[in-house]
């Protein structure tokens, strides 16, 4: 189909809060590696993509998911080795007492288990999360989102969670100057804690993003999960680390986050890259939380734990740790070296995002000019602190995304240059702005912090 024809079934069929992303929305058909290809054979290199965490259509998985498809896909009332298999690989790259796991098919449906989790274990029932804060789109997590809940078509934060500011050392009250920065920070985490004391309410976990992402990707100042869990602790809550946007590997150090602030959470929550775009999720917990929740009331999820799942998951190990190419343990989407035993002494290499990743270079002309004249053009690091794969930016001053607005901003200084981002003269597209492949060039020359 063409895709004006495409968009007039999506608009009859399909529910209008289903964004796209590009004012002229790409129909893409192809993915390989870091690269995605449209229906005329265009290449794009693939800045925003946060799912495909070992490139599309990575040989190893796809092989496995087929293999197993095609000799049994069931529900884990049965016994099969991948499920057991997958468990202990996975809890093998978690710190001690960390060692259960539940299997679901998404990090929304992770993070809404582990509220049941920590209420179930605490018997409480209230929480703290972080401002800016996105935990999923199930209705308990849009609750625990701020990101969702105080922004165009929320309701505004429920009686049940308590907001604490996010810990910002470049745009917060306390900066990066601040030697105690991260104890301030911490300390509103408690006084939010006491807050619902004195109204007659207790928290039963503290949820945080191990770098807060719809947030504005930040960076956490050190020492502050350490203190914030020490608070948390201290009144008989839970700390949940939400691990679905930057665990396995990406932070180029460790396998996860939430290690690089030296902290053990008492849930932790995965979900996007676990299974390189085959919807999977898990949640991996201490044996005392997970005991507490084996009340009586069995837990069962129809897809969670499937073989087919579980074969998709240990192969997307096997590829992050090396063993598809018998090498050293490499993170194909940092392009950092990744301690598999946890050892910080492993030989790391880093790569620049946009140029470092391996393969072929991208077919558009006039990259390093375009950077040069991005940089000029006062284009900033990051994707704005969107979750690449919801089509949104993060809401901001004037209603309108910081990263679009920065990219419209950019792209028209550029075009009033008679330039378009991606080189040569500035070109229209058929919405009546920039061509989407330019903007998609834009998007993968910022540079990334």
Known sequence: MKPQEILELRRRHLGGSLSLAYRTPLKIVRGEGQFLFDDAGRAYLDCVNNVCHVGH????????????????????????????????????????????????CSGSEANELALRLARTATGRSDVVVLDGAYHGNTGAMVDLSPYKFDHEGGSGKPEHVRVAPVPDTYRGPYRAGDPDAAGKYAAAVAGEIRGAVLGGRSIAAFYAESIPGCAGQIVLPDGYLEAAYGHVREAG??????????????????????????????????????????????????????????????????FGGNPVSCAIGLAVLDVIEGRDRGGGAACACTGSRVPVSGSPDRT???????????GPRPVHRSGAGARSRLARAGCRGGHGGRKPDEGEGRPAEHGRPVRERDQDQATARLLSRGRRPGGGRAGRGAGGGPHPRHLMYLESTRLTN
């Not at 087929?66 to 991948?82: E, K, W």
């Open 57 to 104: 259509c990575h040989p190893r998985v796809v092989e496995a998911a087929g293999r197993q498809m095609a000799a049994l896909n069931t529900n884990t009332r049965y016994l099969h080795d991948y499920i057991v298999e997958y468990a202990e690989r996975l809890a093998g790259t978690m710190p001690d007492p960390l060692e259960v796991c539940f299997f679901v």
């Open 237 to 302: 809550a839970v700390c949940v680390a939400d691990e679905v946007q930057v665990g396995f590997g990406r932070v180029g150090t460790h396998w996860w986050a939430y290690q690089t602030q030296g902290v053990v959470p008492d849930i932790v929550t995965l979900g996007k890259p676990i299974g390189n775009g085959h919807p999977m999720g898990a949640v991996v917990t201490t044996r005392e939380i997970a005991d507490a929740f084996d009340n009586g009331m069995e837990y069962f999820n129809t």
């Open 348 to 358: 790391r290499r880093s790569a620049r995002v946009g140029g470092g990743r391996t």
